[in-house]
């Protein structure tokens, strides 16, 4: 039928039509793509306490955790939404790549998970993970939503979310700028590589991820408080 009307349409019409079934086809795959996406994958350093959070939202209860060497998988009914499977992937630096790869593409969020009271000790470490997570090309391709989970609140000289995101945002542009040089000092001619994190001639903000969005929320996986993160699951799901 298109093929009709394309034949007796004037050329403005056809480019009119061309159009609207281009755009039409690129949603539906776009949207099916979206459906497909259920996972949340749990990512972050050793001992930032993922496996606590994923033993409390999957089993309903505490577990003794350890350092891993593989991925923990369950599956998290989400009220009115339907189930998201939630992988631990592990924190080891060995094998937390190969793992996140097998994942990524599925990965309707992410929670970067971080231990708030020993991030002064951690810091560069943390943002070099996290640098890496929103740099991958299928990240920057799929724009999942992603949540930094600002663990172990229960500590009283722990760091709040916006201390964090401060923090976070002064280590990751010292990052992005050694990281830039590196890539133009290895490029033919010095070219820019186009996974450039956030605005070029300005400090680093998570704000100018866009449409990348980036949200901060605080959590205790020792005392159960994760209710902000459940909150942010609903959301996504």
């Known amino acids: 039928m298109y093929a009709m009307l394309a034949e007796w349409a004037p050329p403005w019409e056809r480019s009119k039509m061309a159009?609207?079934?281009?755009?039409?086809?690129?949603?539906?795959?776009?949207?099916?793509?979206r459906v497909s996406r259920r996972g949340i994958c749990l990512v972050g350093l050793c001992e930032s306490g993922k496996t606590l959070i994923f033993s409390q939202l999957i089993n309903k209860k505490a577990?003794?955790?350890?350092?891993?060497?593989?991925?923990?998988?369950?599956?998290?009914?989400?009220?009115?939404?339907?189930?998201?499977?939630?992988?631990?992937?592990?924190?080891?630096e060995r094998v937390r790549q190969r793992f996140f790869d097998t994942y990524k593409t599925t990965a309707r969020g992410i929670v970067f998970v971080l231990d708030s009271f020993s991030l002064n000790k951690d810091i560069r470490d943390v943002a070099e993970y996290l640098y890496t997570v929103l740099s991958d090309p299928v990240v920057l391709s799929n724009r999942?939503?992603?949540?930094?989970?600002?663990?172990?609140?229960?500590?009283?000289?722990?760091?709040?979310?916006?201390?964090?995101?401060?923090?976070?945002?002064?280590?990751?542009?010292?990052?992005?700028?050694t990281q830039t040089n590196q890539l133009e000092a290895i490029s033919e001619g010095g070219n820019r590589k186009s996974c450039?994190?956030?605005?070029?001639?300005?400090?680093?903000?998570?704000?100018?991820?866009?449409?990348?969005?980036?949200?901060?929320?605080?959590?205790?996986?020792?005392?159960?408080?994760?209710?902000?993160?459940?909150?942010?699951?609903q959301s996504v799901a």
């Not at 159009?19 to 793509?33: E, I, K, N, P, Y």
């Not at 003794?64 to 923990?72: A, G, L």
């Not at 229960?154 to 201390?163: M, R, S, T, Y």
Request: net charge neutral.
């Open 63 to 92: 577990v003794e955790s350890f350092t891993s060497m593989k991925e923990n998988v369950g599956v998290l009914q989400i009220e009115n939404k339907g189930a998201l499977k939630l992988i631990d992937v592990p924190g080891h």
């Open 19 to 33: 159009a609207f079934v281009f755009t039409a086809v690129f949603l539906f795959v776009w949207r099916r793509g």
């Open 144 to 177: 999942p939503q992603m949540l930094i989970l600002c663990n172990k609140q229960d500590h009283a000289l722990a760091k709040g979310p916006q201390v964090i995101q401060s923090v976070l945002e002064k280590e990751m542009n010292v990052l992005r700028n």
């Open 196 to 233: 450039y994190l956030g605005q070029e001639g300005k400090n680093f903000e998570f704000a100018d991820l866009y449409p990348q969005r980036v949200e901060f929320a605080a959590s205790s996986a020792q005392t159960e408080d994760l209710e902000k993160l459940k909150k942010w699951l």
